[in-house]
C-alpha cells in the first residue's frame, strides 16, 4: 500500500510561482511511476505531469509545457511540481498519483492507470 500527501498550495497573483510537494510512504517503494493531476470547478481531472521512477523520463501537458517541472527525490521519497508564470487558469485542486510499473523508465499519462491517490491541495491564482 501506498500512501500519498500533498503540501504547498496556496493563493498566488498571475505571474508568481508555487512548488507542491508529494511525501511518499508505505511499502514497497520501488519503481512507482507517478504524476500530477488536476480538477477546476466544474470541470474533469485532467492530466498535469508524470515522472518515471528513474526521474529521467518526464512528460507535460501543453498546457504547463515550459511553466511546469516535475521532479521527484527518491532518498526522501517525495515528488514535486514547480510552478512558474501561473495564471488564473491554472486554479484547481491539484492531485499527487502514484503507481507501480514493471520498470523503471515507465511514465503513465492517464487517470485510469493510477492506482494511489492523494486528497489534494488547493491552488489559486488571482489576476
Known amino acids: 500500500q501506498v500512501q500519498l500527501e500533498e503540501s504547498g498550495g496556496g493563493l498566488v497573483q498571475a505571474g508568481d510561482s508555487l512548488r507542491l510537494s508529494c511525501a511518499v510512504s508505505g511499502s514497497p517503494l520501488s519503481t512507482i511511476a507517478m504524476g500530477w493531476f488536476r480538477q477546476a470547478p466544474g470541470k474533469e481531472r485532467e492530466f498535469v505531469a508524470t515522472?518515471?521512477?528513474?526521474?529521467?523520463?518526464?512528460t507535460y501537458a501543453d498546457s504547463v509545457k515550459g511553466r511546469f517541472t516535475i521532479s521527484r527525490g527518491n532518498a526522501e521519497n517525495t515528488m514535486y511540481l514547480q510552478m512558474n508564470s501561473l495564471r488564473p487558469d491554472d486554479t484547481a485542486v491539484y492531485y499527487c498519483?502514484?503507481?507501480?510499473?514493471?520498470?523503471?523508465?515507465?511514465?503513465?499519462?492517464?487517470?485510469?492507470?493510477?492506482?494511489?491517490w492523494g486528497q489534494g491541495t488547493q491552488v489559486t491564482v488571482s489576476s
Open positions: 515522472i518515471s521512477w528513474s526521474g529521467t523520463v518526464t
Open positions: 498519483s502514484a503507481s507501480r510499473v514493471p520498470h523503471s523508465g515507465m511514465i503513465l499519462t492517464q487517470l485510469h492507470d493510477y492506482s494511489y
